[in-house]
């Protein structure tokens, strides 16, 4: 080695020096972020519930056995049974997009093909997981408030049997729906029944379930097990807890290859207990319905508060845990900057408000006050003409 490589090539520093010359991390004596600022952006932008948060600390400790034959998630085998009926098996996974590709690649065959709403978020939002992770074809299919009906599941199932055509074999919907709303039981029910009549398996993505069973008053089972939904992806986490979702499978006869299909899918947690015992804190008593239901009676304040207001259009039913409106890009770019929250669509500029486990009803009131402030600002100033 020449002697200029030789200077330019420090001497390999020792771990102990570098320990030293490290500062005490800011997060040992405060948060990075201001605690009680809430916006309504996402339900995901929510922390996690103190009950929660509790069930993880007391799951802590000591060795259990690594993926998922710890007894959390033995437990929670049977809290799920108790919402989905005694042949419902779960599968904790750690995100939503796994939970679909997963549950969806456990139905379907190599050439076969998904139907779904062209909202859907397994189209539109998880970045084509499901086509390229998953090697899945999905039929997108334009709906009304992003919900299937039988009538379009029946078109979208045809070229059944012709070899150049993916074949249609599972149908996807979400409960309650990317855009807000929900199905009711018996319009589940009548998909169902259409779908299994045309030979099709029936996938609920339920990211928001818990917020249709309470804006439903129903049990969960009631819109899935009950009516003949084969597949869950059960959503945890933007109802309180910190990380977590779940395949639950509703009929085995409906997929294939589960066990193999979650390490494959690179979802199989390590450390499961601590995702499985936080479904055993929301589920086993009434957390899931407590919060799902705070959320959604937020919303409902929500679209009170603005519906109303000259120059907001409140575009959708409010019927879960989010509101969708239209108003003038100016006012939406001032409150953003107090409120986070997301622009849904570019070109209409409809935006979307979402509610939480832990929004209040002051969040909800100081944002309409904000919101009628600057519509009143919008009004007078000289471009609004
Ligand atoms: C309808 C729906 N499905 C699934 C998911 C899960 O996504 P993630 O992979 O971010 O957990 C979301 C999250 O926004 C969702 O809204």
Same mark, same amino acid.
């Given at each position: 080695?020449?002697?200029?490589?030789?200077?330019?090539?420090?001497?390999?520093?020792?771990?102990?020096?570098?320990?030293?010359?490290?500062?005490?991390?800011?997060?040992?004596?405060?948060?990075?972020?201001?605690?009680?600022?809430?916006?309504?952006?996402?339900?995901?932008?929510?922390?996690?519930?103190?009950?929660?948060?509790?069930?993880?600390?007391?799951?802590?400790?000591?060795?259990?056995?690594?993926?998922?034959?710890?007894?959390?998630?033995?437990?929670?085998?049977?809290?799920?049974?108790?919402?989905?009926?005694?042949?419902?098996?779960?599968?904790?996974v750690f995100n939503g997009t796994g939970a679909n590709v997963i549950s969806l690649q456990a139905m379907t065959e190599r050439w076969d093909a998904v139907?779904c709403?062209e909202?859907a978020h397994i189209n539109v939002d998880e970045c084509g997981a499901p086509e390229r992770v998953g090697g899945l074809k999905l039929l997108a299919?334009?709906?009304?408030?992003?919900?299937?009906?039988?009538?379009?599941?029946?078109?979208?199932?045809?070229?059944?049997?012709?070899?150049?055509?993916a074949?249609?074999k599972v149908?996807s919907?979400?409960?309650?729906?990317?855009?807000?709303?929900?199905?009711?039981?018996?319009?589940?029910?009548?998909?169902?029944?259409?779908?299994?009549?045309?030979?099709?398996?029936?996938h609920?993505d339920?990211?928001?379930?818990?917020?249709?069973?309470?804006?439903?008053?129903?049990?969960?089972?009631?819109?899935?097990?009950?009516?003949?939904?084969?597949?869950?992806s059960?959503?945890?986490?933007?109802?309180?807890?910190?990380?977590?979702?779940?395949?639950?499978?509703?009929?085995?006869?409906?997929?294939?290859?589960?066990?193999?299909l979650r390490k494959l899918s690179m979802q199989?947690?390590?450390?499961?207990?601590?995702?499985?015992?936080?479904?055993?804190?929301?589920?086993?008593?009434?957390?899931?319905?407590?919060?799902?239901?705070?959320? *959604?009676?937020?919303?409902?304040? +929500?679209? %009170? =508060? /603005?519906?109303?207001?000259?120059?907001?259009?409140?575009?959708?039913? #409010?019927?879960? *845990?989010?509101?969708?409106?239209? +108003?003038? %890009? =100016? /006012?939406?770019?001032?409150?953003?900057?107090?409120?986070?929250?997301? #622009?849904?669509?570019?070109?209409?500029?409809?935006?979307?408000?979402?509610?939480?486990?832990?929004?209040?009803?002051?969040?909800?009131?100081?944002?309409?006050?904000?919101?009628?402030?600057?519509?009143?600002?919008?009004?007078?100033?000289?471009?609004?003409?």
């Amino acid at each position: 080695m020449d002697a200029s490589r030789r200077t330019l090539c420090p001497g390999r520093a020792s771990l102990t020096s570098h320990q030293a010359e490290r500062t005490t991390p800011v997060t040992q004596t405060s948060s990075l972020h201001d605690p009680d600022a809430r916006g309504f952006a996402s339900d995901n932008y929510a922390g996690i519930h103190p009950e929660i948060l509790d069930a993880i600390g007391r799951a802590n400790g000591g060795h259990q056995v690594a993926y998922g034959g710890d007894l959390y998630t033995g437990q929670v085998q049977g809290v799920f049974q108790q919402h989905f009926g005694a042949a419902a098996e779960a599968f904790p996974v750690f995100n939503g997009t796994g939970a679909n590709v997963i549950s969806l690649q456990a139905m379907t065959e190599r050439w076969d093909a998904v139907i779904c709403a062209e909202s859907a978020h397994i189209n539109v939002d998880e970045c084509g997981a499901p086509e390229r992770v998953g090697g899945l074809k999905l039929l997108a299919v334009p709906t009304a408030q992003g919900k299937l009906t039988p009538e379009l599941v029946e078109v979208a199932a045809g070229g059944r049997g012709d070899e150049h055509r993916a074949q249609p074999k599972v149908v996807s919907i979400t409960q309650s729906t990317e855009l807000g709303t929900l199905y009711t039981v018996d319009e589940i029910a009548a998909i169902v029944e259409r779908a299994h009549a045309r030979d099709l398996t029936v996938h609920l993505d339920g990211a928001r379930i818990a917020n249709a069973a309470a804006a439903l008053d129903v049990p969960m089972r009631a819109f899935t097990t009950d009516v003949g939904v084969d597949v869950v992806s059960f959503g945890g986490t933007k109802n309180g807890m910190m990380i977590g979702e779940c395949v639950v499978v509703l009929n085995p006869d409906a997929v294939r290859g589960m066990v193999f299909l979650r390490k494959l899918s690179m979802q199989l947690a390590s450390k499961m207990r601590f995702v499985s015992v936080q479904f055993d804190a929301l589920l086993s008593g009434d957390l899931w319905l407590r919060n799902a239901r705070h959320s *959604n009676a937020m919303a409902t304040r +929500l679209e %009170a =508060a /603005v519906r109303d207001l000259a120059g907001v259009e409140v575009q959708r039913p #409010v019927q879960a *845990n989010s509101v969708f409106a239209t +108003l003038p %890009a =100016a /006012v939406t770019e001032r409150l953003q900057s107090r409120y986070p929250f997301y #622009v849904w669509d570019e070109s209409s500029g409809e935006v979307r408000w979402m509610t939480a486990f832990d929004t209040t009803e002051a969040d909800v009131d100081g944002f309409a006050t904000a919101l009628r402030a600057e519509m009143a600002t919008e009004a007078g100033s000289p471009q609004s003409g």
